[in-house]
């Protein structure tokens, strides 16, 4: 089972809103990441935990806070953001190998209005 | 830092046709390559991987990869494709980052679609 969960599929907020995204794992996998997809164009790495401990931040502006309460969740936490962090946010996991292969999970579609 | 590009951004073909989809990757070191699969309105899948071993690496659905050392190249081929392969196409690179985990670099992907 390579299947990673993500809530809410759809999302929409204005400016001044507090939302979280969240992502779930059951594979005993011990990274988890943050990807932003734009439309047409690739996914974009944001954030890596490994073994639950923030590993890189690849300079997300601070509206973007991620939390790994375990190893099992990952959540992206949004406050005060901007028309243009509308996106697709995807959520991947991996068991940490060297090598390793990330797997990852429907998105949550967001809108800030 | 790393740099994957795809050469063509939209490919249009006709049921049974060869698809050949091109990638380059800038890493001169040891380099894990991946081809992922966006469908419409579906999330990301792994099409195939390459670790190490035999350069000619088989995947999911009938699609197949080479790399190519000296050319720096991971191509995705397919010998004959369905309509259910339009979706967009994604060549990845993985970098081990010492201590701090795995940093995945995607190519700007190749939107397939194939006419009935």
């Known amino acids: 089972d390579t299947e990673v969960t993500q809530t809410p599929k759809h999302l929409v907020m204005g400016m001044t809103n507090k939302k979280s995204l969240k992502c779930e794992q059951h594979m005993g996998h011990r990274a988890m990441y943050w990807y932003k997809q734009k439309a047409k164009k690739p996914p974009e790495l944001m954030f890596v935990?490994?073994?639950?401990?923030?590993?890189i931040n690849e300079s997300v502006p601070s509206r973007f806070s991620p939390e790994c309460p375990n190893s099992s969740l990952l959540n992206l936490h949004l406050h005060a953001l901007q028309p243009e962090d509308s996106a697709l946010y995807l959520c991947a996991s991996s068991q940490e190998l060297a090598p390793d292969t990330q797997y990852f999970g429907p998105g949550t579609r967001l809108t800030v209005l | 830092a790393q740099s994957v590009s795809q050469h063509n951004h939209h490919v249009i073909l006709s049921e049974a046709a060869s698809l050949e989809l091109g990638c380059n990757y800038s890493y001169g070191g040891t380099v894990n390559l991946f081809w992922y699969v966006q469908y419409p309105g579906q999330h990301l899948q792994l099409l195939l991987k390459?670790?190490?071993?035999?350069?000619l690496v088989k995947g999911i659905k009938g699609f197949e990869a080479e790399f190519i050392k000296s050319k720096f190249s991971f191509n995705l081929r397919k010998p004959s494709v369905q309509w259910s392969d339009t979706a967009e196409y994604f060549c990845?690179?993985?970098?081990?980052?010492?201590?701090?985990?795995?940093?995945?670099?995607f190519g700007g992907g190749t939107r397939v679609l194939v006419k009935p």
């Open positions: 935990y490994s073994y639950e401990k923030l590993s």
């Open positions: 390459y670790f190490s071993g035999d350069p």
């Open positions: 990845a690179v993985n970098e081990k980052i010492k201590a701090a985990g795995n940093k995945l670099t």
